[in-house]
T-cell receptor, first 110, second 118 residues
């Protein structure tokens, strides 16, 4: 089983749509959870951390279910500028190394 | 806003040659990392470095790889004898501190060095 597994993409949606990304992780001892965004041929950039209580940042909402080892990201009212690959990222131990999922590509069309 | 910088942005080398990839982490950061991303694949951890020594390394980080912090600002990744399969984007990252229990301050990534081994 992959350490971090994401929905295969790509997701093609019209502007204004709501889109949801799902992610599962295999290590139940994982400590920290994040969503990163990666534009084509660029470095990953932190979008948001994910907390057990769920958290929201503008149009973005992240949820964590530790029992199911499941993480989600919801984007509401999607914009053209949201087009990117979304990476689910987990830290499994105190060393701080990031474990990345394969990423899900999102393409928002006019 | 402070940022991680990497040089060169692109490097082309012949198989068997040594390459050194350079990174300047954010100045008050204490933890440094190298990751790589082969084209079309996921980002993979290579090594973490703290207090002038390796904290953790992956299976990818074999004897051909080494890291060094030669002065107070640079953090380098050396590949001694490059192979075709070393062709990838190499990202340096740094973070301010790691809290006990695994929670961690954000890792900031540099723009990457694209390495092509011919």
């Amino acid at each position: 089983r992959k350490e971090v597994e994401q929905d295969p993409g790509p997701f093609n949606v019209p502007e204004g749509a709501t889109v949801a990304f799902n992610c599962t992780y295999s290590n139940s001892a994982s400590q920290s959870f994040f969503w990163y965004r990666q534009d084509c041929r660029k470095e990953p950039k932190l979008l948001m951390s994910v907390y057990s209580s769920g958290n929201e940042d503008g149009r973005f909402t992240a949820q964590l279910n530790r029992a199911s080892q499941y993480i989600s990201l919801l984007i509401r009212d999607s914009k053209l500028s949201d087009s990117a690959t979304y990476l689910c990222v987990v830290i499994a131990n105190q060393g701080g190394k990031l474990i990345f999922g394969q990423g899900t590509e999102l393409s928002v069309k006019p | 806003e402070p940022e991680v910088t990497q040089t060169p942005s692109h490097q082309v080398t012949q198989m068997g040659q040594e390459v050194i990839l350079r990174c300047v982490p954010i100045s008050n950061h204490l933890y440094f990392y190298w990751y790589r991303q082969i084209l079309g694949q996921k980002v993979e951890f290579l090594v973490s470095f703290y207090n002038n020594e390796i904290s953790e390394k992956s299976e990818i980080f074999d004897d051909q790889f080494s890291v060094e912090r030669p002065d107070g600002s640079n953090f380098t990744l050396k590949i001694r004898s490059t192979k075709l399969e070393d062709s990838a984007m190499y990202f340096c990252a740094s973070s301010e501190y790691v809290l006990a229990g695994g929670w961690q301050e954000t890792q900031y990534f540099g723009p990457g060095t694209r390495l092509l081994v011919l």
